[in-house]
């Protein structure tokens, strides 16, 4: 009898103080009184979710077309009911990705009618994949329907998102959570590409350019995952990318950091520069191929 | 048989209490007063963390790797509880940049909780909040929220 409490004693420590995978400076361990202020969370980060997490920006890319002053089309956008036909984990989580960009998309120029429809696909996406406590859905429904509060609305659909994706790494689905990542960025890149094909400027070819260096890292998170299923096929989507990036020129030039004010908020203007060459030629391929690439992942 | 249904209830409960509260971070509620902070600003993400009580000669805290494209203005804002505005940090730095020697900006040398980054270099930066030396005398949590300014002119 004794051995077997003994045992239950062993296993349920071993269940509630296990700290896997904590490095760096997350692995310190305190004592914290219950406090209005905390909530509690499970902090997961193995190098490779660290670099998950590091893209988590589901609405940039549409806040950077936003101010160029190109107007709104949905022909952009992966339509909503495409959602339908993800059946594996892998779809759904990579269709996450795309939609979340789309939302992101959405926010930025306040297209709430369309907003509902989104939130309703992700909502089924998430509930699919667990993470749906994440996806405060009633709130979001009720500030898009009212369409009060619309900067309320842009943060929850934000941070809902990155909860999702965290949630993913933190319960040993990180090959989940680089996907939502991969459809984002995937979605922002093709946005890019699509607007400048309407409107070319020199600020998107250098912003498209500039990705190749993004590009290096989210293929060292996709190939970490190379023996799950379907990354094979997406690994060599992705190199194909690689490829067309190739000739595409990144270097940095050296600069004096400056300090300035801007709006009365101090602003250090970064010294070094990145200068990116990329030519019409080439970002015609990237291009053409992003898109081709985007509308198979898309569907398939 | 009773005896011992007690004995294991009693220690589940005791070990997962005392677990429970080890990873304690800001409440979503304070995160999103931190991000309204950024006034003309587009939340991206936030940093969330828990600071332990230090010894003067140890540090506590937390960094992130988070990615930056050229080209662009962001937003960094520090949130703390009431109390602990003067004890916390958040530092931008990068490889070139250390943390300790030569960070791109902090809110330490902004002299206040907020602060923009003019990127001009696309890639991995990392994003680090700690208490200030020798203001790590009680526990607490922190939060920093990186935003969207606007592309640079």
């Given at each position: 009898m004794i051995k077997k409490i003994l045992f239950y004693i062993i296993l349920l420590t071993a269940l509630f103080t296990c700290n896997c995978n904590e490095i760096d400076d997350e692995d310190e361990i305190d004592y914290f009184p219950e406090d209005e202020l905390f909530e509690t969370e499970i902090i997961d980060t193995g190098p490779i979710d660290r670099i998950i997490s590091s893209?988590?920006?589901?609405v940039e890319m549409a806040a950077v077309i936003e101010n160029l002053n190109v107007p709104f089309s949905k022909n952009y956008i992966v339509p909503?009911?495409?959602?339908?036909?993800?059946?594996?984990n892998f779809k759904k989580a990579l269709g996450l990705g795309f939609y979340s960009s789309d939302l992101g998309y959405l926010n930025i120029y306040k297209k709430t009618n369309s907003i509902l429809e989104y939130l309703k696909v992700i909502k089924r996406l998430s509930d699919d994949l667990d993470?749906?406590?994440?996806?405060?859905f009633q709130t979001l429904k009720r500030l898009a329907t009212n369409r009060e509060d619309l900067d309320s609305l842009m943060f929850l659909s934000v941070s809902s998102y990155n909860r999702m994706s965290k949630n993913l790494r933190e319960t040993s689905r990180s090959d989940l959570s680089a996907l939502m990542v991969t459809g984002v960025w995937l979605e922002g890149l093709y946005l890019a590409c699509k607007v400048n094909n309407f409107k070319p400027t020199q600020d998107l070819k250098e912003r498209i350019g500039s990705q190749k260096v993004i590009l290096r890292d989210l293929m060292d998170v996709i190939k970490f995952f190379k023996?799950?299923?379907?990354f094979a096929k997406l690994i060599r989507d992705f190199e194909q990318i690689e490829e067309a990036y190739e000739e595409v020129t990144i270097t940095i030039e050296k600069g004096k950091k400056e300090e300035i004010m801007i709006d009365g908020i101090p602003t250090t203007v970064q010294g070094d520069f990145t200068v990116v060459t990329v030519s019409d030629e080439q970002l015609k391929e990237i291009s053409e191929l992003i898109i081709k690439i985007r509308n198979k992942l898309i569907s398939y | 048989m009773k005896k011992t249904t007690i004995i294991i209830f009693l220690a589940s409960l005791l070990i997962f209490a005392q677990n429970s509260d080890v990873k304690a971070q800001c409440k979503q509620q304070m995160v999103y007063r931190c991000a309204t902070e950024g006034k003309n600003a587009i939340y991206l993400r936030d940093f969330n963390t828990k600071l332990k009580k230090t010894k003067p000669d140890k540090e506590s805290g937390t960094k992130w790797t988070v990615v930056l494209n050229a080209g662009t203005v962001y937003r960094f804002i520090l949130c703390t509880p009431q109390g602990f505005e003067d004890k916390v940090v958040l530092t931008l730095y990068d490889s070139q940049n250390p943390?300790?020697?030569?960070?791109?900006?902090s809110t330490i040398k902004a002299k206040g909780s907020i602060f923009n980054f003019v990127c001009r270099k696309s890639g991995m930066y990392y994003v680090s909040i700690r208490f200030k030396?020798?203001?790590?005398?009680s526990k607490t949590c922190a939060v920093g929220i990186l935003s969207y300014v606007g592309k640079n002119q």
């Open positions: 893209f988590s920006t589901s909503a009911n495409v959602a339908n036909n993800y059946e594996t993470i749906d406590q994440f996806f405060d023996k799950k299923p379907d | 943390e300790k020697t030569n960070p791109l900006n030396k020798d203001k790590g005398d």
